[in-house]
């Protein structure tokens, strides 16, 4: 029904969004990449990669949350949890999501 391998990387989107934009952002690490690798600044076209990314990781989210709304084996109050936390906090739950209820099990077909 679902492919659980493209459902893990867009688990892993957030995260890995969440982690470019620290890395980009983060003082000593351009600095290093200055000094040691001769890399010049990004010249504006950070804040262009870090909109570019944040837009990502919500889209993704928003994907795993219309995941949540459609599926049927979830009472409504737990729905309404699953949405709010993916909200909240993505990064966690988007990846526990999928290990609860998109990942395929050895039984399955």
Do not use: C, E
Not at 14 to 41: D, G, T
Not at 57 to 85: D, E, K, S, Y
């Amino acid at each position: 029904m679902r492919d659980s391998t493209t459902w893990a990387i867009l688990a892993a989107t957030p995260a890995v969004a969440w982690f470019a934009q620290w890395l980009a952002f983060n003082p000593r690490v351009s600095s290093v990449m200055r000094l040691r690798y001769h890399v010049r600044h990004w010249d504006g076209a950070s804040h262009t990669i870090a909109i570019t990314l944040a837009l990502l990781a919500l889209a993704t989210l928003l994907t795993f949350a219309t995941a949540v709304i459609q599926n049927q084996g979830l009472p409504p109050g737990r729905r309404f949890i699953w949405v709010l936390l993916l909200l909240v906090a993505g990064i966690v739950t988007a990846p526990l999501y999928w290990a609860i209820y998109l990942r395929k099990r050895p039984g399955d077909a």
